[in-house]
């Protein structure tokens, strides 16, 4: 597996304490409706990144020729963090949620992102999980660490629970994730009576079902929200770069557990939202995240919005 060497997880920590908040942390946007449901996005802030973590193994000029024909950043990897609700007559259901106050700064702004738009956290009553890294994960606990959401239920990925919950996995993980699997069990703990373990192909809710894209995690999951006759994914991490996620979808990444199957589930999940010609909400594409994906030649091309 190749992970970030120690000159780099030092570069990084250096280069993340001086990084502000990226622009739009309090916005709420609604993005689509689905017959009685709606889906809408809030924002979790951002962090930056070094280029090495989004390919790995690919010539540095290679990258850079990509990112500036895409009219991209070459030194950084700039990311959002978008976190999709999903309102019904009944309430309001959560994919994912957010950084909370301990991951990076720039993150963990779901909370006031919630006020700003004038979501009561008390509706909220269920919590899907695409997996547990720490930008997804560890705002499930408010700085008191109490419940953010109090009269929430959880859902997670079985294999992902069993993986990160595991006393052993920190012998399959590099150093540098070790933080990762302390703070999954952390929050595991605060949320264990309540949380469901599911798997892909179940329908999780009415309407909702879980799909599996694993590679990034073990038990990494997008999910299916349908309703009035329309369908659209949240896909968690399962792409992750506007650019290099649809261009060199076979390019391995610094952040996936297993890489190799992150390049094959990559792969075969554009083919579907191709074929299917099916939105979905990326939690780090440009936000709010909402696209469909378009096939040119070998490659893909993201594009911004549902396909007309």
């Avoid at 109490?146 to 993986?163: C, G, H, K, M, R």
Wanted: proline share 6%; glycine share 10%.
């Amino acid at each position: 597996m190749d992970n970030l060497n120690r000159r780099e997880v030092l570069a990084l920590a250096a280069g993340l304490a001086a990084t502000m908040a990226l622009p739009g942390a309090a916005r709420a946007q609604s993005v689509m409706t689905l017959g009685p449901r709606s889906l809408h996005v809030l924002s979790d802030g951002g962090f930056e990144l070094p280029m090495s973590m989004v390919a790995r193994q690919v010539p540095e000029a290679e990258i850079k020729a990509l990112l500036t024909a895409e009219g991209m950043p070459t030194d950084v990897s700039r990311s959002v963090l978008n976190v999709t609700l999903l309102k019904d007559p009944d309430g309001w259901t959560i994919f994912d949620c957010g950084a909370g106050a301990n991951f990076l700064p720039g993150s963990g702004k779901l909370a006031a992102s919630l006020e700003a738009a004038g979501i009561n956290k008390d509706e909220v009553k269920r919590v899907i999980f695409t997996h547990a890294h720490p930008d997804h994960l560890w705002g499930a606990i408010d700085d008191f660490d109490s419940d953010l959401f109090p009269n929430a239920t959880y859902q997670i990925s079985a294999v992902e629970w069993d993986f990160w919950a595991s006393p052993d996995v920190y012998s399959k993980l590099p150093e540098d994730r070790h933080a990762f699997a302390a703070g999954a069990q952390r929050i595991f703990k605060s949320i264990a009576e309540k949380t469901k373990r599911i798997a892909a192909g179940q329908e999780v809710a009415p309407g909702i079902l879980a799909v599996d894209t694993s590679g990034h995690t073990p038990g990494h999951l997008s999910f299916v929200v349908a309703g009035g006759g329309r369908q659209v994914m949240i896909l968690g991490d399962a792409l992750t770069h506007r650019a290099i996620s649809f261009r060199h979808p076979e390019w391995r990444t610094g952040s996936d557990t297993d890489p190799d199957k992150g390049a094959a589930t990559r792969k075969a999940l554009l083919d579907r939202l191709v074929a299917d010609k099916l939105p979905f909400i990326g939690y780090h594409l440009p936000s709010p995240g909402l696209g469909h994906a378009v096939k040119e030649g070998s490659a893909y091309r993201f594009v911004a919005g549902a396909p007309g």
